[in-house]
């Protein structure tokens, strides 16, 4: 069963169903005719019974036929046209007369048989369908009469019928298995297609697609589920070559401005003040450096959401205000005055130290994009349903534009027009892939100028 194709296993499978339904068809053809057959043959000799026992009567223990010399001529008569034997024995089974058609034949008087049932005998070597039916002189069985009609037509009708659903049953299985393995092999077509385009692609080539039946039945469900897949498939090897492209680019402009600075530091001898500055250049873009292959590997660590995530009874209000204490030095350097005052006691469940990442990530950017003498404010709102927290700032805002790419991998909005405010371009990259493994809802509004609000949304 193992090697045959699928093609032959569907049709096989199919004609073992069909052999089973056939069977039981030919069986009730064949159970319904025989019972035609019999019950034919029972009327026939319940009314020969019904005819005779008209004909005759009882007297002094005898049998006695009512107009016998009548009765043997009809019999004579009806030698060649009638199928049934007729035969009168006494009670112990010895003939008292019979029907002219048996010649010299005798029926068999079966002494075990059931008074008046039908049951199946033999007349020398012909099957027969006969009765017996007792006669009485009051109370005491003094003979029987013995109708039996001939079954060799109707076992020569039977077994003609048996022969032709015997020859016919596995001819009908072949034609339909041929049939079967035909159909099968134009309606699984689509899986060669399938097939044939997985040959071909390769990770240089996704481009290619299986073509879609026309049936909209499963294989064409199958077909399309199996083009979304190397769609998403190739949609995640377009971003890690860009990815890896864009981390190539950011991580060697550091590395460069490094190495140019110590060359030219190198090229001659220099007072303290000069090495001391430079040296301090190269220490800050060594921390950008590290912050960013920090940022590199926080992203990676997530990129298939597969971190086992610590879902416990956070303190909103508490996670907030320890996001502020750990930046305060940015805070005070900018004179920016941070408002977090809560009418209440809020707690979400949730993962604390992701969830941390992510409110950082929005308040070094709230203070980094914010104007001097600035004011960032934390608020929550409890709804019905949901829990809102609100990070907004009075910042420079985001062109509309720009709100569709903010969340792209080292995509830094207005960085040509602030060439002094530092960054990577990652920080919201990672808040949005964390918010979509918290299942937390991240929304921004900005407008450029005005300031930046960030909400998030926790389903209660």
């Known amino acids: 069963m193992q090697k045959l194709s699928f093609k032959n296993r569907i049709a096989f499978n199919y004609i073992i169903t069909t052999a089973l339904l056939i069977f039981v068809v030919f069986f009730v053809i064949y159970a319904i005719v025989r019972f035609s057959v019999y019950v034919k043959v029972n009327s026939e000799i319940k009314l020969e019974v019904a005819k005779h026992l008209k004909e005759i009567e009882v007297k002094e223990n005898c049998v006695l036929l009512v107009r016998e010399q009548q009765w043997k001529a009809i019999q004579f008569n009806k030698v060649d046209g009638s199928p049934a034997f007729i035969q009168f024995v006494d009670e112990l089974g010895a003939l008292v007369n019979k029907s002219p058609n048996l010649k010299k034949k005798r029926l068999t008087y079966y002494s075990e048989a059931i008074n008046n049932s039908l049951f199946d005998g033999m007349l ?107 769609d998403r498939v190739e949609n995640a090897i377009e971003r890690e070559k860009q990815f890896t492209s864009d981390a190539s680019h950011e991580l060697r402009t550091p590395l460069a401005v490094i190495k140019g600075t110590l060359e030219v530091l190198v090229r001659k001898p220099r007072n303290p003040e000069e090495y001391k500055e430079k040296i301090d250049f190269c220490i800050n873009e060594v921390n950008r450096l590290n912050n960013m292959v ?37 805070i005070t350097e900018k004179n920016l005055r941070c408002k977090a005052q809560f009418s209440e006691d809020y707690y979400i469940n949730t993962d604390s130290y992701l969830f941390f990442i992510v409110v950082n990530n929005i308040l070094t950017n709230a203070v980094k994009y914010s104007k001097n003498n600035g004011e960032i404010v934390f608020d929550i709102i409890d709804t019905e349903n949901k829990l809102i927290c609100l990070i907004s700032d009075h910042g420079i805002g985001i062109a509309k534009e720009d709100l569709q790419k903010i969340f792209d991998q080292f995509y830094r909005s207005n960085s040509n027009e602030h060439p002094e405010i530092k960054g990577i371009g990652l920080g919201l990259s990672i808040v949005k892939r964390l918010c979509i493994l918290l299942q937390i809802d991240l929304k921004i509004e900005s407008e450029e100028g005005k300031g930046t609000i960030v909400e998030f949304s926790f389903n209660k």
């Open 124 to 230: 020398d070597n012909m099957y027969v369908r006969q009765i017996q039916v007792p006669l009485y002189q009051g109370t005491k069985i003094i003979g029987f009469l013995i109708v039996a009609i001939s079954l060799e037509d109707s076992k020569m009708v039977l077994n003609n019928l048996f022969f032709i659903l015997t020859v016919a049953y596995p001819l009908i299985l072949l034609v339909l298995f041929l049939i079967a393995r035909f159909i099968v092999g134009r309606s699984i077509k689509p899986i060669n297609a399938i097939i044939e385009t997985s040959n071909i692609i390769t990770k240089d080539n996704l481009k290619s697609r299986i073509p879609l039946p026309v049936k909209k039945d499963e294989l064409f469900i199958l077909s399309r589920t199996i083009n979304n897949l190397l």
């Open 294 to 330: 920090d940022e590199l590997l926080l992203l990676a660590r997530f990129e298939n959401q597969k971190q086992t995530l610590k879902i416990e009874r956070v303190f909103l209000n508490g996670l907030f205000l320890d996001v502020i204490s750990r930046n305060s030095t940015l």
